[in-house]
């Protein structure tokens, strides 16, 4: 059972432009929500995270969006550049069961010069 | 370096064999977690601490896995009787609290031969 699910494998957009990345969840549980990028052969790096209580939060070019009764959340980047190619990660967790994070299964971008 | 580190970043074996991993968290960070990640899919919880206590293991975490954290400082992670199935990333990360997000180290890359 995916409980986070990332139904696009993969994203090309045009270096200045928006990246859109979506996740869809279905445990309604999960009260804590996070986007993570990686490189290769590298382990996953923090971008921005948001909790159930909010519906937006922005971190310079990084907005996520969380739509609750869609238990969807998004993850907005603009304006892209070419350092931003790499595997997204969303990921959930229930904070009062040990805050342990399940992932969906990323969203390879690449952001074209 | 104050990250999350983890050794050996590479192991291969040959199957039947025992490893073991060891992660040093972030300073003062108390709760430790593994997931594995396999070529394509996002990271699977595997267990966690906090402090030295294991809170939680993942129905993942076969009979062959165990993982300890001695005074609740480094973690290690060991497997044995590899199996080709074991052959994956091994990530750990920590967190200070629950509210706050997991940083990750750049992973143990297992290769069973």
């Known amino acids: 059972d995916q409980q986070v699910k990332q139904n696009s494998p993969s994203l090309s957009v045009q270096e200045g432009r928006i990246s859109i990345l979506n996740c869809d969840y279905t445990?309604?549980?999960?009260?804590?929500f996070l986007w993570y990028k990686k490189y290769p052969a590298e382990g996953p790096t923090f971008l921005i995270s948001i909790s159930s209580i909010k519906d937006k939060n922005e971190d310079g070019r990084f907005t996520v969006f969380l739509n609750k009764s869609a238990k969807h959340l998004s993850l907005h980047i603009v304006p892209s550049q070419p350092g931003d190619s790499a595997v997204y990660f969303c990921?959930?967790?229930?904070?009062?069961?040990?805050?342990?994070?399940?992932f969906g299964g990323g969203t390879r971008v690449l952001v074209k010069p | 370096d104050t990250g999350v580190s983890q050794d050996p970043r590479h192991k291969i074996t040959k199957r039947g064999q025992n490893v073991t991993f060891r992660c040093d968290p972030i300073s003062e960070h108390n709760r430790l977690y593994w997931y594995r990640q396999t070529l394509g899919q996002g990271p699977e919880f595997l267990t966690y601490f906090q402090n030295e206590a294991q809170l939680e293991k993942s129905r993942l975490l076969s009979d062959r896995f165990s993982a300890e954290r001695p005074k609740g400082s480094f973690s290690t992670l060991e497997i044995q009787r590899t199996e080709q199935g074991d052959s994956a990333m091994y990530l750990c990360a920590s967190r200070l609290g629950v509210n706050t997000e997991a940083f990750f180290g750049q992973g143990t890359r297992l290769t069973v031969v």
């Open positions: 445990n309604s549980m999960f009260d804590y």
């Open positions: 990921a959930a967790s229930v904070i009062a069961a040990g805050n342990k994070l399940t």
